[in-house]
């Protein structure tokens, strides 16, 4: 077991090497323009698609700030009732929005097609029903369209007050990705747009809107847009909050729905592995499969250095009774490079909390105790999503949304 844990390790530690490698050198080499946006040529008309399902604790909060947006123009908001059984259609109801209401559930990325297909703005945008917009986010985000070659644009989002150990975790998960994210548009290389997203309109439509066969839309379309020649880019200074999972078992159940996206999307759009383009070489094959593997292979890493400390304890225990030894004399020290594999991962860790902050102006640093519990075993409750994704798409079992 030994051996096999020293290969792993290897192997983990290359590829969390190359991957922050190149990202922190990107962010050091960009910081001085980012978190510069640009200011809008002209306001493009927009509309809004809200697709609700079930919504009732939150879709009234998110519709008044949608309504309270700081815009030129009129936002249109389009709320897709896709098949709820509580009060959400009858709230939505109250408010000065188009509506569109199902009475079976057929799925997100339905929902979003069918507000595309009756959109006649120049901008199309959806926010899911648990997420909350700032004022002025669509000032600060339609900059971004001056660029003919721009396809989307997303804000960064941010857990919506979180109180407990669980939404911490979560905030600083979140906060990591949006430093990633944004450091992905400096080598064209961003692609997914989830939770909250704005596209070119005709964009979107010439590339066949949103696949209705996966759960991870906001990955699809955005490999769409990319592989049609478009960038996606990103308002680091904008701010989306949403809710997130409260318990252990929302979490795992969303992050299945999310890595099966990811599973079927990278097989569906393969081809674009190893494209020559930054995203093709770098981020697709290092950040979908590399990382993928990276998660697995932790997961399993663990379950070894469990077992040997298992065999060990009662090997010493055993050897203390019959022979009447020491646990201490019959011990012996046995270097392993899983401690040097800890110490740089800890080492990488930090440094994306120093930036973190930087960017997000959020203390991290004051949440010990939720930064020690991420490390030893947050991450791993999301390794083990992803294993039970893998086994679940191989046997092709069904999520529901």
């Given amino acids: 077991m030994n051996i096999l844990s020293f290969y792993i390790d290897i192997i983990l530690v290359t590829i969390t090497t190359f991957i922050t490698s190149v990202l922190f050198i990107t962010l050091i080499k960009n910081w001085n323009v980012f978190f510069i946006d640009p200011k809008p040529i002209r306001y493009p008309s927009v509309t809004i698609a809200v697709p609700a399902m079930n919504e009732e604790k939150s879709i009234s909060k998110t519709l008044k700030c949608l309504l309270n947006l700081d815009y030129p123009k009129k936002v249109n908001i389009i709320v897709i009732n896709d098949g709820s059984t509580d009060n959400t259609l009858k709230i939505v109801k109250t408010f000065p929005v188009k509506i569109i209401s199902k009475k079976k559930n057929q799925g997100k990325s339905k929902a979003l097609n069918d507000a595309l297909k009756v959109c006649k703005t120049e901008i199309f945008g959806f926010i899911d029903a648990e997420t909350f917009i700032e004022k002025d986010a669509l000032i600060k985000m339609f900059g971004y369209f001056n660029d003919k070659k721009v396809g989307a644009v997303i804000p960064p989002i941010y857990v919506y007050k979180p109180t407990s150990c669980l939404e911490k975790l979560q905030q600083i998960e979140y906060v990591f990705s949006m430093m990633t994210r944004k450091v992905l548009t400096f080598i064209n290389s961003l692609f997914v747009t989830p939770g909250c997203a704005f596209y070119r309109t005709a964009v979107l439509k010439k ?59 990278a097989m569906k759009y393969r081809k674009l592995f190893f494209k020559k383009s930054d ?51 019959y011990a012996t020290f046995e270097p392993n490079i899983f401690l040097v594999f800890t110490i740089f991962l800890l080492g990488v860790f930090v440094l994306n909390i120093y930036f973190s902050e930087k960017i997000t102006k959020i203390s991290i640093f004051r949440w010990v105790k939720e930064m020690i519990i991420f490390m030893l075993f947050y991450s791993p409750i999301i390794c083990i999503a992803l294993i039970i994704s893998i086994f679940k798409t191989i046997f092709r079992r069904e999520e529901k949304w």
């Avoid at 066969?213 to 200074?237: A, C, H, P, Q, R």
């Avoid at 989306?240 to 992050?255: A, E, G, N, S």
């Avoid at 981020?283 to 997961?299: D, N």
Wanted: proline share 2%; charged share 15%.
């Fill in 207 to 265: 590339i066949g809107g949103f696949d209705e066969k996966t759960m991870g839309e906001d990955l699809e379309v955005g490999l769409k847009i990319n592989m049609n020649g478009y960038k996606i880019e990103n308002s680091i200074n904008t701010r989306v909050w949403t809710v997130v999972p409260k318990t252990i078992k929302q979490l795992i159940r969303q992050r299945v729905r999310w890595y099966r996206g990811i599973i079927y999307n």
């Fill in 279 to 329: 995203m093709g070489l770098f981020i697709l094959p290092v950040l979908l499969a590399g990382g993928m593997v990276a998660m697995t292979l932790y997961v399993f890493l663990l379950g070894i250095t469990l077992v040997e400390f298992l065999v060990n304890i009662f090997t010493y225990v055993f050897g203390f009774v019959l022979s009447n030894y020491t646990i201490i004399s």
